[in-house]
């Protein structure tokens, strides 16, 4: 890809005469300077609305024990703005509080704004609402995507704005993000990505902040943006211009869990290892995805298949509980880092050569020097000379040496191996139950047409649950039902999980995969003389949040339906009359509430329900 310019520069520096912001925050080719200084900084991502307001001090205050100097968060549109120009900014979505505790703690604060940002969130952040908007496509050079685009993240910042939350008005935001791994889509589609990066970039330094603005995995980040890393490893990441730092925006501690998946775990020692690589290398801003991962709470997570834990294995677990010994040994991580950064800042390093696999990274200015001691080998120990010493060191790791002579950290030494210690519940849960009906066609709220639609454009999202309903009718000479068979229906679906009903009774279920969403019930079926309820609840399990023109991909009963093995043949359903109902009856009484949960009567003790569909569990602690 070819690198772009545009006179963003030129732009920026009327505006600090004209709007009269002084920019505080600026960067050169080693680092962030906040004040007219170079930083070193680590910072780790804490999504707000992944935890609840009452644990951000406590979750704050840890990364700040930990060692980080910024917070780092996404900005969840589709929570702020749940319908076009309502917005919401309380509880889990209160930005403002959120940004203000990182300031009284005294850290820093990388606002994402995105607006698309990806994060295993529903939609990636976008409100389903923007889906509907006539003309729309997402991120390209499309006018009302631009426009709706812009509308949001002009809000963002004026919100910012107004509160004096950047570091040029005496706040904490040094840095902020426009779009967000761009870079592949762009690589896709062409000249209308181009003509969009080019937009993104310029719309947002127009909104002059006084900081600086990145854009992750965007190799042609116009200037003055900043092109920064994501990924597992970013050493040999270099920026699109020698004028620009070197930032690692999403190193990953751990991953995402899918849907009943287990937790993806990453090794503390590895972690250490590529963060310590990456700062020997030039490196001067890391941030850990995630530093605290939290809990996907109601319909939030994207995906699909996203479960609702996003704990990612890092260094704060879900609960915000230190997850050792990885939330240690980053901590002591970056204390030697911290003790390293004079001569960091001061310099460019020398790469010395100490035998095969083996390197030093030295860090030599006037009244300062640090060097890193890498063995990249991943089986062997080593034993290096290095200066006046003789140094041990471990397989696939680098010791820091603060001041060039002694090691006071190794990233495959964890020195604090303690195991985390689960204790069962013993006091039995009083599970109760309540088992709602399937919906059928007779029912009088629903919908109906002559088609099948596509799910979401139903539901609005307003429930991960439609019901398709239609009548089958069955002749009584059928020949099946005289030699006792059953015929085959088949249903094909976009996705994401199916149960079928007939009459009442569940004839099968049927689920997709993250890869391949799509899904199709083929099995024989009981059906009487007469008229049959065929009744298919489609469950759309969190809506795309990644992929090119995601925004297109279709949920639901799509068809065709068909029913084999009449005497007429093959019988095509997907054109007769459809009923629609959307959500559960136990949404629609809220049974997860105090006044709704008490609407319903609950079955208790042994005739509590096992595996059956459609059943609502509660219990009290
Ligand atoms: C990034 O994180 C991974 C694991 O989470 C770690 O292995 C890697 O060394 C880190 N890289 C850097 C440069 O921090
Ligand atoms: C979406 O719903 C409308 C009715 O609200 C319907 O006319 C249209 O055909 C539906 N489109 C799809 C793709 O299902």
Not at 311 to 334: F, I, Q, S, T
Not at 459 to 486: C, H, I, P
Request: glycine share 10%.
């Amino acid at each position: 890809m070819g690198k772009r310019e545009f006179n963003g520069v030129v732009l920026m520096m009327l505006c600090l005469w004209v709007c009269g912001v002084t920019a505080s925050v600026t960067y050169d080719h080693k680092a962030i300077v906040v004040d007219g200084k170079r930083r070193i900084l680590i910072s780790g991502s804490i999504h707000y609305p992944r935890s609840t307001p009452q644990m951000w001090p406590d979750l704050i205050q840890k990364a700040k024990d930990g060692g980080l100097d910024v917070i780092q968060t996404y900005v969840f549109w589709n929570g702020h703005e749940p319908s076009p120009g309502q917005y919401y900014f309380e509880d889990r979505f209160d930005l403002v509080k959120f940004v203000k505790l990182a300031q009284q703690a005294g850290l820093y604060v990388h606002l994402r704004i995105g607006p698309y940002i990806c994060a295993e969130w529903n939609l990636g952040g976008f409100p389903v609402w923007l889906k509907y908007v006539p003309g729309i496509a997402f991120r390209t050079d499309n006018e009302p995507f631009k426009a709706a685009m812009q509308k949001f993240t002009a809000k963002i910042v004026s919100l910012m704005k107004e509160n004096r939350l950047f570091q040029s008005q005496g706040g904490p935001i040094i840095l902020s993000q426009i779009e967000n791994e761009y870079g592949p889509v762009e690589w896709e589609i062409g000249a209308p990505g181009k003509a969009y990066t080019k937009w993104a970039a310029q719309m947002a330094v127009g909104l002059d902040t006084g900081v600086p603005w990145v854009m992750c995995k965007q190799e042609d980040a116009p200037d003055p943006v900043i092109d920064t890393c994501n990924g597992f490893y970013c050493e040999n990441f270099k920026p699109n211009k020698n004028t620009k730092p070197k930032m690692w925006t999403e190193n990953w501690t751990g991953w995402y869990t899918d849907f009943g998946g287990a937790v993806p775990r990453r090794p503390a020692e590895d972690l250490a290892f590529s963060v310590a690589r990456f700062i020997q290398n030039g490196g001067s801003f890391v941030n850990y995805y995630m530093y605290h991962g939290g809990t996907n709470f109601g319909r939030t997570s994207g995906g699909l298949f996203i479960a609702t834990s996003y704990d990612y294995d890092a260094p704060l677990d879900e609960y915000g509980l230190e997850n050792e010994p990885k939330y240690e040994h980053l901590r002591a991580l970056h204390k030697a880092i911290k003790q390293s950064e004079p001569a960091l800042v001061a310099t460019d390093p020398k790469v010395q050569s100490l035998g095969y696999n083996l390197e030093a990274h030295v860090f030599s200015a006037p009244g300062a020097c640090a060097a890193f001691i890498a063995n990249y080998d991943t089986k062997s120990y080593a034993k290096a000379k290095f200066g006046n010493g003789q140094y041990d060191l471990p397989p696939w790791s680098i010791s820091i040496l603060p001041d060039c002579k002694t090691v006071v950290y190794n990233t495959a030494k964890v020195g604090y191996g303690w195991l985390k210690k689960m204790t069962p519940v013993n006091s039995a849960f009083a599970w109760q139950s309540y088992n709602e009906e399937p919906a059928s066609s007779s029912q009088a709220d629903s919908i109906a047409a002559y088609a099948l639609w596509e799910q979401v454009n139903v539901t609005r999202d307003s429930s991960d649950y439609l019901w398709y309903m239609t009548d089958v009718n069955v002749n009584a000479n059928e020949g099946f039902l005289k030699n006792g068979q059953s015929p085959l229906l088949t249903v094909m679906s976009a996705g994401h999980v199916l149960h079928v009903f007939i009459n009442g009774q569940l004839a099968g279920t049927v689920w997709g995969g993250l890869g391949n969403p799509k899904l199709t019930f083929s099995d024989n079926v009981k059906l009487r003389a007469g008229n049959n309820k065929l009744s298919l609840l489609s469950v759309a399990v969190g809506l795309p949040n990644v992929g090119v023109h995601f925004e297109t991909w279709n949920a639901g009963v799509l068809g065709p339906v068909t029913l084999k093995g009449l005497n007429e043949g093959t019988r095509d359903l997907s054109r007769q009359k459809w009923s629609y109902k959307v959500g559960l009856k136990g949404e629609s009484l809220s049974l997860h509430t105090e006044s709704g949960s008490s609407s319903v009567e609950w079955i208790q003790g042994s005739l509590v329900a096992k595996k059956q569909p459609l059943t609502w569990y509660k219990v009290r602690k």
